[in-house]
């Protein structure tokens, strides 16, 4: 029984500081996209900004859907977390391409 009780302990320490690692960089991630998206001359500096708002979204709908809409079925949740896996890659591509295009815009202005 100790046995279990550490491997919870220990399981629960280390997503709890996972959790907090993952709040804090998406809150930094918006912080700067939206320092990028208030500067004219950047190129794609709101798509950064927009690219998050709809991760953030997505992953929303997608707890939404999970939880409240779906059967306990495990067949269910691992096909709506595969197509919701797909969905979310759309925006972290354009969020990958605007950092690219502003880190290339910046790099030609030095």
């Not at 859907?65 to 979310?88: G, K, M, Q, Y």
Request: charged fraction near 15%; proline fraction near 3%.
């Amino acid at each position: 029984m100790g046995e279990d009780n550490d491997f919870f302990i220990i399981y629960s320490a280390f997503h709890g500081a996972a959790s907090v690692i993952g709040v804090a960089s998406i809150v930094i991630a918006f912080v700067a996209a939206y320092k990028f998206s208030k500067v004219k001359q950047l190129p794609w500096g709101n798509v950064l900004l927009y690219s998050l708002v709809v991760s953030l979204g997505l992953s929303v709908a997608e707890w939404v859907t999970i939880d409240l809409f779906l059967e306990p079925s495990a067949e269910r949740v691992v096909l709506a977390e595969s197509i919701f896996l797909f969905i979310l890659t759309i925006p972290y591509l354009v969020g990958c391409i605007a950092i690219y295009k502003i880190a290339n815009h910046i790099s030609q202005n030095e």
